[in-house]
């Protein structure tokens, strides 16, 4: 029994009948997506994406910091134009502060963590706007093409603007 054994042979049923080896890497509609890693999320339909369309950035949070060498490279190397900064109600992200995971890093792996900012929030509207002002501020991404920020309801799918 093991997760990856089962996503092995997923994979092999998908191979099998796979016939998208001749897409082009840059995206089709030259859109870079930053959201949470969150499981529930499923941003092909519930974003209407195929493969080919867009990046999706994904890691803890949708967080912008973390995404901003992959922006980098998504707009510098693949052509993107567009950004869509994604975060979404009941984020495991509002459940923890730094110094409980920094504890739980020490306690379980012996590990110190305290100099690495894992980027929580507890104001889920102001963390979307933490992360517009995050990317303003940095020199390595596009300040001239649009960048919307967005929180996504997992309670009804639903997308709504953070202005
Ligand atoms: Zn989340």
Redesign the pocket.
């Known amino acids: 029994m093991s997760a990856i054994n089962d996503m092995l042979a997923a994979n092999e049923r998908f191979a099998a009948t796979y016939t998208m080896g001749d897409m082009p890497p840059q995206p089709r509609r030259k859109l870079t997506i930053v959201a949470?890693?969150?499981a529930r999320i499923d941003p092909a339909p519930a974003l209407g994406l195929h493969p080919g369309d867009a990046h999706i950035i994904r890691n803890?949070?949708?967080r912008v910091v973390e995404a901003l060498r992959s922006l980098a490279i998504s707009q510098q190397l693949l052509g993107t134009e567009e950004v869509a900064i994604i975060?979404?109600t009941r984020?495991?992200?509002a459940t923890f502060a730094d110094d409980d995971i920094r504890g739980r890093l020490r306690d379980t792996l012996n590990a110190d963590a305290d100099h690495i900012a894992f980027l929580p929030f507890r104001d889920l509207e102001q963390s979307v706007r933490d992360d517009l002002e995050a990317y303003r501020q940095s020199p390595i991404v596009r300040q001239d093409i649009p960048v919307r920020g967005f929180v996504y309801e997992v309670e009804t799918g639903r997308l709504r603007e953070v202005n």
């Open positions: 949470c890693m969150d803890a949070g949708g975060h979404h984020c495991g992200m």
